[in-house]
């Protein structure tokens, strides 16, 4: 599954840990409604966090599909892979997922399942409009052990499909996300001495020393390892897998109270740039 805009369709994960699961890799659409708590004091990290999904901003190449003679492929996706668009599962090899099934709908709609281990962890449904210039989402990301992450995006088309193809097929740019529920907006974080702390409703967390060793990312499936160092005013966590770094994500409360985030998609370069505003 696509892991380039979900907090990304990352739900939580891109929140929290900043990591790049499947998606989607932001979380933006409408801010919520509730009212924040009082704006942190500047430097004042710790505390409960929502990210304004309206601040988002994406700084990424075109996500980039093709669906046609009964095959689907992500080809943008790190790593990009194939399937057959049979809605039957077949196997993979992505961090959060081990098989995929992609079903053709109609010619404007598919729906995308991933499972990992037997336990699907991911379903998302795509529809193209009528003009086949919008492409619109919907997830349920259930990829860690706590409450799903949910949300909508929609994106603009920017590349047009190969003839013959089906409407998702060709290049799209990330536009908006909507609706994201509190799991793949809201995480805490708490620093103490040296120790960084980060959780979220999701049921990802971990626990670093700032300047230390690696540590695992507890509720990730992929086998995320995180590590925390201070620079300035500025905390930065840097994830690996497999001893690779994936992607880093810097946190700086500015003077105006609200957390201001920058996630970096080491694979393929992608950036993120959003904001958040203190709850407790």
């Given at each position: 599954?696509?892991?380039?805009?979900?907090?990304?369709?990352?739900?939580?994960?891109?929140?929290?840990?900043?990591?790049?699961?499947?998606?989607?890799?932001?979380?933006?659409?409408?801010?919520?409604?509730?009212?924040?708590?009082?704006?942190?004091?500047?430097?004042?990290?710790?505390?409960?966090?929502?990210?304004?999904?309206?601040?988002?901003?994406?700084?990424t190449k075109p996500d980039e599909m093709l669906l046609q003679n009964g095959t689907f492929s992500c080809k943008s996706c790190t790593p990009a892979y194939t399937v057959p668009a049979d809605g039957a599962?077949?196997?993979?090899?992505?961090?959060?997922?081990?098989?995929?099934?992609?079903?053709?709908?109609?010619?404007?709609?598919?729906?995308?399942?991933?499972?990992?281990?037997?336990?699907?962890?991911?379903?998302?449904?795509?529809?193209?409009?009528?003009?086949?210039?919008?492409?619109?989402?919907?997830?349920?990301?259930?990829?860690?052990?706590?409450?799903?992450?949910?949300?909508?995006?929609?994106?603009?088309?920017?590349?047009?499909?190969?003839?013959?193809?089906?409407?998702?097929?060709?290049?799209?740019?990330?536009?908006?996300?909507?609706?994201?529920?509190?799991?793949?907006?809201?995480?805490?974080?708490?620093?103490?001495?040296?120790?960084?702390?980060?959780?979220?409703?999701?049921?990802?967390?971990?626990?670093?020393?700032?300047?230390?060793?690696?540590?695992?990312?507890?509720?990730?499936?992929?086998?995320?390892?995180?590590?925390?160092?201070?620079?300035?005013?500025?905390?930065?966590?840097?994830?690996?897998?497999?001893?690779?770094?994936?992607?880093?994500?810097?946190?700086?409360?500015?003077?105006?109270?609200?957390?201001?985030?920058?996630?970096?998609?080491?694979?393929?370069?992608?950036?993120?740039?959003?904001?958040?505003?203190?709850?407790?």
């Amino acid at each position: 599954m696509r892991k380039t805009i979900m907090a990304a369709m990352a739900a939580a994960s891109l929140i929290a840990i900043s990591g790049c699961k499947q998606q989607t890799s932001a979380n933006e659409g409408n801010a919520s409604t509730e009212a924040p708590a009082a704006p942190a004091s500047a430097g004042d990290i710790n505390g409960t966090w929502k990210a304004d999904i309206s601040s988002v901003q994406f700084e990424t190449k075109p996500d980039e599909m093709l669906l046609q003679n009964g095959t689907f492929s992500c080809k943008s996706c790190t790593p990009a892979y194939t399937v057959p668009a049979d809605g039957a599962f077949h196997p993979v090899s992505l961090p959060y997922a081990d098989s995929d099934a992609v079903k053709v709908v109609d010619d404007h709609t598919i729906v995308e399942t991933a499972k990992k281990g037997g336990k699907q962890v991911n379903e998302a449904t795509f529809t193209v409009s009528a003009d086949g210039n919008t492409l619109t989402g919907k997830f349920n990301d259930t990829s860690a052990p706590g409450a799903a992450a949910t949300g909508e995006f929609t994106e603009t088309r920017v590349g047009a499909a190969p003839a013959g193809a089906h409407a998702i097929s060709g290049q799209w740019k990330p536009a908006k996300l909507s609706n994201f529920n509190d799991a793949a907006l809201t995480f805490t974080l708490e620093v103490a001495g040296d120790t960084y702390k980060s959780s979220s409703p999701d049921g990802t967390s971990f626990e670093a020393k700032i300047g230390g060793p690696d540590v695992p990312v507890k509720g990730d499936i992929a086998n995320t390892m995180v590590s925390v160092t201070k620079e300035g005013n500025a905390y930065k966590t840097t994830r690996k897998r497999d001893g690779k770094v994936v992607g880093t994500t810097t946190f700086t409360v500015g003077d105006d109270g609200r957390l201001h985030a920058e996630s970096k998609n080491e694979m393929n370069g992608a950036v993120t740039k959003w904001t958040a505003d203190k709850q407790s």
